[in-house]
């Protein structure tokens, strides 16, 4: 079983709300990631948790601030958003402890700015 | 210089044929390198990964890696139009084992019937 769940689907927020993205798996994976996509655009690294702990932060603005409640949890909280923030925020998965770090996305949270 | 690059395309290919897709890298010590498909709209999906010289195969699908050249690639086999979609080529940085991935921009391949 390969699945990484995210939650919402879409999500449409303005630029004074507080929200947040969701993400689960159940592979006994070790290291999440945060990733942002815009439109024709790769998947560009945002963060990278490592046996829960932050391991990467690219550099990414403080509106936003990752999470790891667990081993199977990563949440993205969002806050103070610009519209450019617009994107396909994806959550991958990937084992821990070796030099293979096969990534595994999940579906995807649309995310819209307004 | 980009570190994965990518022909952007569209490659297109008539059903039935073979589908060549090329990746280089700039980092000489990366050490594992994957294939995504993305459909328009979707995530991602794994579905190559290679990590030493020669040919891997699976299914219609064969990645291909020369390490010395610095390239890798996929052949698509017995192309069809459901294989129409954007192919991310992913290279594993060689700066400790950080799981971080570096992409190239992707080649959208079309297969027309």
């Known amino acids: 079983d390969t699945e990484v769940t995210q939650t919402p689907k879409h999500l449409v927020m303005g630029m004074t709300n507080k929200k947040s993205l969701k993400c689960e798996q159940h592979?006994?994976?070790?290291?999440m990631y945060w990733y942002k996509q815009k439109a024709k655009k790769p998947p560009e690294l945002m963060f990278v948790?490592?046996?829960?702990?932050?391991?990467i932060n690219e550099s990414v603005p403080s509106r936003f601030s990752p999470e790891c409640p667990n081993s199977s949890l990563l949440n993205l909280h969002l806050h103070a958003l610009q519209p450019e923030d617009s994107a396909l925020y994806l959550c991958?998965?990937?084992?821990?402890?070796?030099?293979?770090?096969?990534?595994?996305f999940g579906p995807g949270t649309r995310l819209t700015v307004t | 210089q980009k570190e994965v690059e990518q022909n952007s395309g569209p490659l297109s290919v008539p059903e039935g044929a073979i589908a060549s897709l090329n990746c280089t890298y700039s980092?000489?010590?990366?050490?594992?390198f994957f294939w995504y498909r993305q459909y328009s709209g979707k995530s991602p999906e794994l579905i190559m990964s290679?990590?030493?010289?020669g040919d891997k195969e699976d299914g219609r699908f064969t990645a291909q890696l020369n390490k010395a050249s610095q390239y890798v690639s996929l052949l698509i086999r017995d192309s069809q139009p459901s294989d129409s979609a954007t192919y991310l080529c992913?290279?594993?940085?060689?700066?400790?084992?950080?799981?971080?991935?570096?992409f190239g921009q992707g080649t959208t391949l079309q297969v027309k019937p």
């Open positions: 991958a998965s990937s084992q821990e402890g070796t030099h293979i770090y096969e990534q595994y």
């Open positions: 290679i990590y030493s010289n």
């Open positions: 948790y490592s046996y829960e702990k932050l391991s």
């Open positions: 992913a290279v594993q940085g060689a700066s400790g084992n950080t799981g971080k991935l570096i």
């Open positions: 592979m006994g994976h070790r290291a």
């Open positions: 980092d000489r010590g990366s050490q594992s």
